[in-house]
């Protein structure tokens, strides 16, 4: 059973406006970890936000928060004040107890100048 | 730039054979992860090592083994290749937190 489920294959923002990613995931363990990555066109892997699954606060890194609705098992990243540079693919990836990693298929984001 | 190395960056081969790829982790990082891309399989997981012991099995073949040495360096084996195993694969390396660095990446191509 798919573990990460990124529903939007692409998605267009205008620059400076902010998007939102969707993420959901599935699992019954009472602790994890999500994560988001981006991987630009030159294919490398950049770490971008984390949530526990106890963190009480929605993570933010910069432009980038994270919304987790854990009662939804929904960690929706937030970019605000897109930029050309933030065009890419987006990963949400969860980690199991034991160190087991699950990623999702992605989302292509595109920002239109 | 990650500071994680991978080598080699490109790697061209033919069914049957055996290659080897090499990860430097950023300096200080314990922790050795190994990931798969793909186009039918997407992000995978491989497998962890923290400092030289195996940690965490993901969806790794029988025939692909990794092992970490002393100075923290680890090595991904693959061996009887198929052509389903022409992929990105990347190391990654942490200090034991959340926050992993991604190397560039080595593409096997399996002719």
């Given at each position: 059973a798919q573990k990460i489920t990124q529903t939007q294959p692409g998605m267009f923002v205008q620059e400076k406006e902010a998007v939102t990613l969707d993420c959901t995931y599935d699992t019954s363990d009472q602790s994890y970890g999500l994560f988001w990555y981006k991987q630009p066109s030159s294919g490398e892997m950049i770490f971008l936000i984390y949530q526990g699954s106890?963190?009480?606060?929605?993570?933010?890194?910069?432009?980038?928060?994270l919304n987790f609705q854990k009662a939804r098992k929904s960690a929706n990243l937030v970019i605000s004040?897109?930029?050309l540079g933030d065009s890419a693919m987006y990963f949400c990836?969860?980690?199991r107890p034991?160190?087991?990693?699950?990623?999702?298929?992605?989302?292509?984001?595109t920002v239109i100048p | 730039d990650s500071g994680v190395t991978q080598t080699p960056k490109h790697l061209i081969t033919a069914t049957g054979q055996r290659v080897t790829l090499r990860c430097s982790p950023r300096s200080g990082d314990l922790s050795v992860y190994w990931y798969q891309q793909s186009l039918d399989q997407g992000l995978q997981f491989l497998i962890q090592y923290y400092n030289g012991e195996e940690r965490a099995k993901g969806n790794i073949l029988e025939?692909?083994?990794?092992?970490?040495f002393p100075d923290l360096h680890?090595?991904?084996n693959l061996s009887s290749l198929e052509l389903g195993d022409s992929a990105l694969y990347f190391c990654a390396s942490s200090v034991e937190g959340n926050e992993q660095f991604?190397?560039?990446?080595t593409r096997l191509t399996v002719l």
């Open positions: 106890y963190d009480e606060q929605n993570a933010t890194e910069g432009r980038y928060s004040a897109s930029q990836a969860m980690r034991g160190n087991q990693f699950y990623f999702g298929t992605g989302t292509s984001l | 025939r692909f083994s990794a092992q970490q680890s090595e991904l991604f190397g560039p990446g």
